[in-house]
């Protein structure tokens, strides 16, 4: 089946405009994760829904940042008055759920902030 | 945060020849991951251990954990060229779901 979606692939933008990026899971999967990675770096946890509800958002650097998950399914990550810092690849994965259970990687976002 | 260090954090070895890349940790942990990621692309799991597990086999990979002294190897025998990519160790600690993640090994196959 399909796997994890990301979209866009690329996302050029500048200083204090705002984002929106996508994350479509692997259907059925009912825990969506957003991570943030830098060049060199291991993946950095921003927020964790389990369903519609964010279960932990202790991630998210600052109040710029906000996440959602309407219906369990698709989620948006949304960036306020993006800054140069926020240039990341931004990771979404999905997992069924259970405790430790594998997380399926999307390919990511790239955004870069000019 | 990070809890897991991979060492070394960079390998580069012949095609053909075995790969070893460790993994250390700080607390106890519910299971080790182990993680494959090419250049540009989404990460890729490879084999999950337990905490009460000490080795496992996945077709040419091989992942031990030792709890006492809370580290972790993954070998990879008989190295392609494909296999060049960066790996990463991630750890699950009681009840959280939430994996630590270490800064990767990055490996080169040369061909």
């Known amino acids: 089946g399909a796997g994890v979606s990301q979209t866009p692939s690329n996302k050029v933008t500048e200083k204090g405009k705002y984002v929106e990026l996508r994350c479509d899971p692997i259907?059925?999967?009912?825990?969506l994760y957003w991570y943030r990675q830098s060049l060199g770096q291991g993946p950095e946890f921003l927020i964790y829904f389990q369903g519609t509800g964010a279960a932990d958002d202790s991630g998210l650097p600052n109040d710029r940042f906000f996440a959602v998950r309407p219906e369990g399914s698709v989620s948006t990550l949304k960036i306020q008055r993006t800054e140069r810092g926020d240039s990341a690849v931004y990771l979404c994965a999905s997992s069924s759920g259970d405790r430790g259970s594998p997380l399926h990687f999307g390919n990511g976002t790239r955004l870069t902030v000019t | 945060s990070q809890q897991g260090e991979e060492d070394p954090q960079a390998l580069s070895i012949q095609e053909g020849e075995n790969a070893t890349m460790n993994c250390s940790y700080k607390?106890?942990?519910?299971?080790l991951q182990w993680y494959r990621q090419n250049s540009g692309r989404g990460l890729v799991h490879l084999i999950l251990?337990?905490?009460n597990e000490r080795e496992k086999h996945s077709g040419r990979l091989r992942v031990t954990l030792d709890t006492s002294k809370k580290s972790s190897s993954l070998l990879i025998t008989a190295s392609r060229a494909a296999d060049t990519a960066s790996y990463f160790c991630a750890t699950v600690r009681g009840s959280n779901y939430q994996l630590i993640w270490g800064a990767g090994t990055k490996l080169i196959i040369k061909p």
């Open positions: 251990i337990r905490s």
């Open positions: 259907s059925g999967h009912t825990a």
């Open positions: 607390t106890s942990i519910n299971n």
